[in-house]
């Protein structure tokens, strides 16, 4: 299947612009990101983790980052999947519970404690876990950490996942899905503020 | 599981690294595993032998990175991309990726004492006004909601960066809020 590039679409970069023209010079680069996302969410197999529940993570995630084209995005992917739709009006409102700013979270004791930030250790509220069901609800308490606090991940938290039904190599994609976003959502924002910056520039 | 020695600092030390969850055994490794991993000899790490559980999306993963780091034709130096990854580990608190990032920061600065002071410092630490740039603008991208922006761009271009290389920070600072999470959440270092 033949896609438009993922990132310049979001980034709103034409073809023929600067940007384009500097993109093209890590050709690999933008052609794996693109294959990370073809990967992530039209894998050759989503047996471990359904493409309603990469849905709903991706909106959850890139939500919490603020509202943005990529933001936008993704709330249509997931209202576009017929199980996913179910779901919109709760990750909207989890994202909305779940925002604040990071990174915060602890290092391990020692000298680098004074450096330790407390913040909201979210969890979903209890009346939507029914219908969010256990995996996502765990699924979606992980991502805000991996979004706010990584540093705050301990091995207990692989098996808050694997308790709520999470295989192992779901529990990989998973993880790579949201490092994903949070890698291509700077991608944009940072591509998106150079063109602006270049236009005003343009124009003064 | 062997014995786990986590630093509580930031080191150019090589370390090693735990996985929490059951990396891929190497004898169940197939041809689309090696695909993934790019170089058979990442078959040997347990980060990697995790991360091939989902073979397609390493591969991917894999070369975004190398193109975004190595491929120095053009653009940002090695070390300022470096650098980038470093702040941004630094930042987001992952003591195994700074580790790396920092060797190889100063490995392409000759910079070392003051690699060792954006470890030790954190990142205020004042590295020189090119230095502070690259390490400002990756601090920024790594926030949540992200905080990069015109301000950023035109302290870049202030300290002699065009707009190619501009794009070589954000890709390299982007790329970290990616390897962070993963080698933050899915195992641990050890000394």
């Known amino acids: 299947m033949s896609t438009n590039d993922i990132i310049d679409t979001l980034a709103g970069i034409e073809p023929g612009s600067a940007l384009d023209a500097i993109r093209a010079r890590r050709l690999q680069a933008r052609e794996n990101a693109q294959k990370s996302y073809l990967s992530l969410f039209e894998p050759i197999d989503a047996g471990d983790f359904s493409l309603a529940e990469r849905a709903a993570v991706a909106a959850f995630v890139t939500g919490l980052h603020g509202e943005s084209p990529v933001a936008a995005f993704y709330r249509e992917k997931l209202a576009a999947n017929v199980d996913g739709a179910p779901l919109l009006e709760a990750i909207k409102a989890e994202i909305e519970r779940g925002k604040t700013s990071g990174p915060y979270g602890a290092f391990p004791a020692g000298p680098l404690s004074v450096e330790d930030k407390a913040g909201l250790i979210y969890r979903v509220s209890a009346e939507r876990k029914p219908g969010l069901g256990n995996r996502l609800v765990a699924a979606l308490e992980h991502a805000h950490l991996l979004v706010f606090r990584p540093r705050d991940a301990a091995s207990a938290d692989m098996k808050t996942l694997l308790a709520a039904g999470w295989s192992t190599a779901g529990i990989v994609t998973f993880s790579q899905l949201v490092a994903f976003l949070s890698f291509q959502v700077r991608v944009v924002s940072g591509l998106r503020m150079l063109a602006a910056a270049s236009a005003s520039e343009a124009q003064s | ?191």
């Open chain 2, 1 to 191: 599981m062997s014995t786990v020695n986590p630093p509580v600092v930031f080191t150019q030390d090589e370390l090693g690294w735990v996985s929490w969850i059951d990396p891929l055994p190497e004898a169940e490794l197939t041809e689309r595993h090696y695909a993934g991993l790019v170089d058979r000899a990442r078959a040997k790490s347990d980060y990697f032998r995790l991360l091939v559980r989902d073979p397609e999306v390493l591969e991917a993963r894999t070369k975004t990175d190398k193109d975004i780091f190595y491929n120095v034709a053009d653009g940002l130096p090695r070390a300022e991309r470096e650098l980038a990854a470093a702040a941004t580990s630094r930042y987001n608190g992952c003591i195994y990726c700074a580790s790396v990032h920092a060797r190889f920061a100063s490995t392409y600065s000759k910079r070392r004492d003051d690699v060792q002071r954006l470890l030790d410092e954190g990142v205020g630490a004042d590295l020189g006004e090119r230095w502070n740039a690259v390490v400002k603008a990756s601090v920024a991208l790594a926030e949540t909601p992200i905080a990069f922006g015109p301000d950023n761009i035109a302290e870049l271009r202030r300290v002699g960066l065009d707009d190619a290389e501009i794009v070589d920070v954000i890709n390299g600072a982007s790329f970290f809020n990616w390897a962070n999470r993963l080698m933050l959440s899915l195992g641990e270092p050890s000394k």
